[in-house]
């Protein structure tokens, strides 16, 4: 594992390219209400089940970090869209996209509109991200 001198962000190969620029948290959230209910509850819930995170806040998304960093979150105005990676596609009707990240981990991508979706079966696949070392 190999911490960034400037940033603070850990990554698993040494000097991983990256930005090292962050923005505020709630930034992420104005005008978007709904994303951060869904982003507390499903904050609350890995907490809870899987286990602790660090937030990182970046431009583009917030990611999630436990022992890697295993889960993008990007706000919508009326959802929660989360990719993360898996030795596997995932088979899941909510599934928007599914992208090789090498030849064998794949980026899947998810759009949550309902704490509802946050659910026994989407907290088992977090899981398995969670402790996915890719």
Not at 3 to 30: A, V
Not at 43 to 54: A, N, V, Y
Not at 62 to 83: T, V
Request: charged share 30%; with cysteine; aromatic share 10%.
């Amino acid at each position: 594992m190999w911490t960034c001198s400037s940033c603070g962000r850990r990554f698993n190969k040494e000097n991983q390219p990256h930005s090292c620029k962050t923005i505020p948290f709630n930034e992420h959230f104005k005008h978007k209400d709904k994303a951060k209910e869904l982003f507390d509850y499903l904050l609350d819930q890995i907490t809870d089940k899987i286990g602790k995170c660090e937030i990182i806040s970046l431009p583009c998304c917030i990611h999630l970090f436990g022992k890697y960093d295993f889960l993008a979150a990007l706000p919508k105005k009326d959802s929660l869209e989360i990719r993360f990676a898996l030795e596997r596609v995932l088979d899941d009707a909510k599934l928007t996209a599914s992208v090789p990240l090498s030849t064998k981990t794949y980026k899947n991508c998810l759009v949550i509109v309902s704490t509802k979706d946050i659910n026994y079966e989407l907290l088992e696949i977090l899981r398995e991200a969670y402790f996915l070392k890719s």
